[in-house]
């Protein structure tokens, strides 16, 4: 297994790295992380949250003095990304809390990012300053104007090494443009333009115009009462910079050329899993939702999250996923407490590995799952400060479903189902992920010997 | 009744049970929903219908009226003043708003504990 390939998981040990957020149980809304992403290199580790704020971390670069252990994530900047509003027109409240950030692809010093609410999304610019002039003939040091009198001579103002700051400044406000809740955005490959998509509409931008941006999918029936489905998810192919998928509540996933016409409504591919008709039950359309769609980074595969499973589609192949995981099915047998204490509508996100050998999703209990496309592997492990020694493994975790319950088991009455992973996030080119739990986030990586 | 008649009976039941036990092996989403309709009756059969998508679009629904406000506070001036309901959801007519039921929203003043 190659170091750093992000391979195959079988030999792959995973241990503690760090945690980040409070211990305290007593947990804040603001404090609900609401989304996890890696930047295209993976050195930047972006959260955000219920209270609109967004944290970036940092990896300290490789000590030459331990080359076997990766840089730790440190706070590199954190700002407020959006703030609460109330739309008096509609009666509206509009959360503040952070839905998505999509790193932009990195093109000069600066880092780009895009964070959205529920309506209105923002580019920050995170720029590094670690210079300053000085020597300035009119002014002091300290911004005051310098008596004329007393200069005397003229110099050259130089530029000298001060001490690392990080700012934050929103570059672009893209607003009104949704009139639902706005669930994905995503960068196309263009690297000029990127989609947003709400309950019933997906809308292109560019990224240097805020005044205006074009409706390609809309889904909004004439009548209201007729609405069957709302979209869920969308994406950009990562290399094709004409095709996005988007996904529904039905289950189905559409894939749409933006070549063909200017409101793509008109899908060119529509993925499906056909459905027993005498298995089908009052759930069956909730938990087939699709809560998450990612394309793989090599854009041959696209992962789709239900409430149960886990499936991957070649996108050659409509009619059904070539592969799926189940996740947690011993919740089919639970499925009414999870509708009555709303658990069934959790949304749950997945996310690919470098190299797209594995995946991974979260579950209850704060465990989260990943799946070995190549080995046919799986294994659960648990985010909890109890594993939380530096560098210790982790250990695979099992939920029994029958009566007996071996040691070291838990049962499935005795999840929690208040402790959720719903954000992760896997390193680009490494083994190491980010795991969102309620309010803390961890980092484990693959143990190196 | 007719020993007849109770042998169809208990043949039904028996019939009856093999199906649901059937149902069982089945489909544990089968029998989860029998259950949720032995507690809610009144469910509808069309689960991820418009009701359910239409609460969905409607999230973040406040509703303020200064004119209702204004006459509830008329109609009941001779009355005591009605406590405010416990829930906050949706607040119209009648219900006299108070402060307490709009609440404050606030931009987080606070730091995010992640960076702490």
Redesign the interface.
């Known amino acids: 297994m190659a170091a750093g390939a992000g391979g195959g998981n079988c030999d792959v040990q995973w241990c503690f790295s760090q945690v980040?957020?409070?211990i305290d149980d007593d947990v804040a809304e603001?404090?609900i992380?609401s989304t996890v992403e890696f930047n295209h290199s993976g050195e930047l580790l972006a959260?955000g949250?219920k209270?609109?704020?967004v944290?970036i971390f940092q990896q300290e670069p490789e000590s030459k003095n331990q080359p076997q252990c990766r840089g730790e994530y440190n706070?590199y900047s954190?700002f407020?990304s959006h703030?609460?509003?109330?739309d008096y027109l509609?009666?509206?409240?509009?959360?503040?809390k952070i839905n998505k950030i999509r790193w932009l692809p990195q093109k000069n010093a600066a880092q780009f990012l895009l964070s959205t609410n529920?309506k209105t999304i923002k580019l920050w610019k995170i720029s590094e300053r670690d210079k300053r002039p000085e020597g300035y003939n009119l002014k002091e040091e300290d911004g005051r104007y310098r008596d004329l009198n007393t200069v005397t001579t003229l110099r050259v103002p130089v530029f000298r090494p001060m001490d690392l700051m990080v700012e934050a400044s929103p570059r672009r406000v893209f607003a009104n443009a949704h009139t639902?809740?706005i669930n994905s955005t995503s960068v196309n490959s263009d690297c000029e333009t990127y989609l947003s998509a709400d309950?019933?509409r997906i809308n292109l931008w560019h990224l240097e115009i805020t005044d205006r941006s074009f409706n390609i999918v809309d889904i909004k029936p004439a009548n209201?009462?007729?609405?069957?489905?709302?979209i869920t998810a969308a994406e950009f192919h990562p290399n094709q910079c004409n095709t996005f998928v988007y996904s529904s509540?039905?289950g189905t996933i559409r894939m749409c050329d933006m070549r063909a016409s200017a409101l793509c409504d008109k899908h060119a591919k529509m993925f499906e899993e056909p459905e027993d008709p005498n298995?089908r039950?009052?759930?069956?359309?909730?938990i087939s939702?699709i809560s998450d769609v990612k394309f793989s980074h090599s854009g041959r595969y696209m992962m789709t999250r239900d409430y149960l499973s886990v499936k991957i589609w070649d996108l050659n192949m409509e009619t059904r996923p070539v592969e799926t995981y189940q996740v947690h099915e011993y919740l089919?047998?639970?499925?009414?407490s999870l509708?009555?204490n709303d658990c069934i509508f959790d949304k749950f996100e997945c996310c690919w590995n470098g190299n797209d050998s594995v995946v991974m999703t979260g579950s209850y209990n704060n465990f989260f799952r990943m799946f070995d496309r190549g080995y046919r592997q799986d294994v659960t492990l648990e985010a909890s400060r109890e594993n939380s020694k530096p560098r210790s493994v982790l250990k695979p975790r099992k939920v029994s479903t029958g009566g007996k319950r071996k040691k070291d088991e838990i049962s499935v009455d005795s999840l929690d189902f208040n402790k959720k992973i719903l954000h992760t996030a896997w390193h680009p080119l490494d083994n190491i992920i980010a795991v969102a739990t309620t309010?803390n986030?961890y980092i484990f990586e693959e143990k190196l010997n | 009744m007719s020993g007849d008649n109770e042998d169809t009976q208990t043949a039904d039941e028996t019939t009856l049970d093999e199906k649901e036990v059937q149902d069982k092996v089945?489909?544990?989403?089968?029998?989860?929903?029998a259950?949720?309709?032995a507690?809610y009756p009144n469910?509808g059969?069309k689960?991820?219908?418009?009701d359910?998508?239409?609460k969905?679009?409607q999230?973040?629904?406040?509703?303020?009226d200064s004119g209702d406000y204004n006459m509830a506070k008329a109609k009941i001036k001779n009355k005591q003043l009605p406590t405010a309901a416990p829930e906050k959801t949706e607040i119209t007519g009648d219900h006299i708003p108070t402060p307490q039921d709009l609440p404050q929203?606030?931009?987080?003043l606070?730091?995010?504990?992640?960076?702490?």
């Open positions: 980040k957020g409070s603001a404090d992380i959260t949250d209270g609109g704020r944290v706070v954190t407020q703030e609460p509003e109330f509609k009666s509206l409240e509009i959360e503040e529920d639902y809740h309950d019933l209201m009462e007729e609405l069957t489905e709302v509540s039905k298995n039950s009052f759930f069956s359309e909730i939702s089919r047998s639970k499925l009414c509708y009555e309010n986030l | 089945i489909s544990p989403e089968k029998a989860e929903e259950k949720l309709k507690r469910l059969n689960p991820g219908g418009s359910l998508l239409r969905r679009l999230k973040g629904q406040k509703y303020f929203r606030k931009p987080s606070v730091a995010s504990k992640l960076a702490g």
